[in-house]
């Protein structure tokens, strides 16, 4: 079965300063989502990536999907105290277009102000 | 706004006192989901229903049950809940199930079993 495996597990930034989470998978990934949950509440979808070398933005944070199609990484440019939160990344964990999505552990980010 | 909204936000109950969880959506979507997710962990996938057609994951206790009257409402009953069963539960939707689309989630419910 396919695993997520995310890293760093936490994360502490001075407010302004630049970081990046990484999830990596144990098979090809055919659509990858980046989520971001505040303890206590539901998921926030942010982006959903699918092509190889795929590249999205939002306002401050961008996500690629390596050309391999194994690994993410979800960039944050100028932190700020509002993107602190747990960001999941997700994946299609089914052996075809089942809509089941794995996650995984989740990135614990924190922004000192 | 097109959401999801789930009922009560949070619910306690009691050791092998049935409870029902609501999950209702204005986004007209095909999919709804419920997850389960314990303290510090991954969201897990319980079951899902593509529009009437229940799908239910091969792990899930025979505990955890749902219904989908109508494409807008669902519903989790845990039939006899039990201390381990303690957690947010999450409900999802989605267009469809493909890879073409995101799921969008609600707020959650928090369940304690007392």
């Known amino acids: 079965s396919q695993e997520l495996e995310q890293s760093p597990q936490s994360l502490i930034v001075q407010e302004g300063k630049n970081l990046t989470i990484n999830c990596t998978s144990s098979?090809?990934?055919?659509?990858l989502y980046w989520y971001k949950q505040k303890y206590g509440e539901g998921l926030i979808f942010l982006m959903m990536?699918?092509?190889?070398?795929e590249e999205k933005s939002h306002e401050k944070i961008t996500a690629k999907l390596d050309e391999k199609k194994q690994q993410s990484s979800l960039h944050i440019t100028a932190s700020q105290p509002s993107h602190a939160g747990i960001y999941l990344c997700?994946?299609?964990?089914?052996?075809?277009?089942?809509?089941?999505?794995?996650f995984g552990q989740g990135t614990t980010l924190q922004v000192k102000p | 706004d097109a959401m999801v909204i789930q009922n009560p936000r949070y619910q306690v109950t009691q050791f092998g006192k049935p409870v029902t969880l609501s999950c209702s959506q204005t986004?007209?979507?095909?999919?709804m989901y419920w997850y389960q997710q314990k303290s510090s962990q991954a969201p897990k996938l319980l079951f899902h229903?593509?529009?009437?057609?229940?799908?239910n994951e091969a792990d899930t206790p025979d505990n955890f049950q749902s219904r989908r009257p109508n494409t807008s409402f669902c519903f989790l009953d845990i039939r006899s809940p039990g201390l381990g069963d303690a957690a947010m539960y999450l409900c999802?939707?989605?267009?469809?199930?493909?890879?073409?689309?995101?799921?969008?989630f609600g707020p959650g419910t928090r369940l304690l079993v007392l």
């Open positions: 999802a939707t989605s267009r469809e199930t493909d890879r073409a689309g995101a799921q969008y």
């Open positions: 098979k090809t990934l055919y659509g």
């Open positions: 990536l699918q092509k190889g070398g």
């Open positions: 997700g994946a299609d964990g089914g052996s075809g277009n089942t809509g089941k999505l794995i």
């Open positions: 986004l007209n979507h095909n999919v």
């Open positions: 229903y593509y529009d009437k057609d229940f799908n």
